[in-house]
């Protein structure tokens, strides 16, 4: 048995410092995790009805020396919406907030980003830094809010919209090598756009009179992106 812890021992070790000494230039990571709201330096969304979802990644780098290269990441985030936060965005006077039922779809954002990356080695691990910036693609949540006002049926519709804007982003990407093309890997992303909508608007329904209430255009986004997945070395 000690014989054998020896040997399996060494084999690691041995493992361990050829695999720290393997100089790889690019990587291809796949990545999925949990999508948290969070800050915008664009401003603040004043209802802040968006709930935790979930991501999925892709993305390509390459170093181009020593530490300096360039990476490209695609990413496709969902976020649920908050129907505690909705209903209580609901400004009506004299109603009971219990009184509200509430319908609401997700909504996504699509992201596709370039930037330079700093890349450090530390034996078998690899850490990159980010900085990127680019393109943005969101739809808006439908969202619908139900309740009754003096025997009245009262409903409050937003439809979903789409819209593009400007994106920027950085991250820090942590990877452990298993082999000579194959690595485990962690990371944080975080993501944001000023995205701004044409005719965002609320729908008022009260009985058979209809009215339509102008929404802020200016919806600033702001998203933390953690997750993990597998690095293909190159």
Known sequence: MLVTALV?????GQQSFILSLLKHKGYVNVTTGYSIPTLSPFGKNSEKIMGQGQSAQASVGYRLGRH???????????????????VASATTTGLDINTWEAKASNCSIQTLMVGPMLTFTFGRFLLDAQLTGGYSMATSPYTELYTEYSRLPLSMITPSQKTEAIAAGAGLTTHY??????AAHASAQYVTADLEYDNLTKQVTIGRQHTTEVLPASQPLGLLNLGGGLSFLF
């Open 177 to 182: 090598k298993l082999n000579r093309w194959l």
């Open 8 to 12: 399996t021992g060494t084999a690691r």
């Open 68 to 86: 300096l290269g360039i990476v490209t990441t695609y990413a496709h985030v969902t976020n649920t919406i908050r129907k505690d936060a909705l």
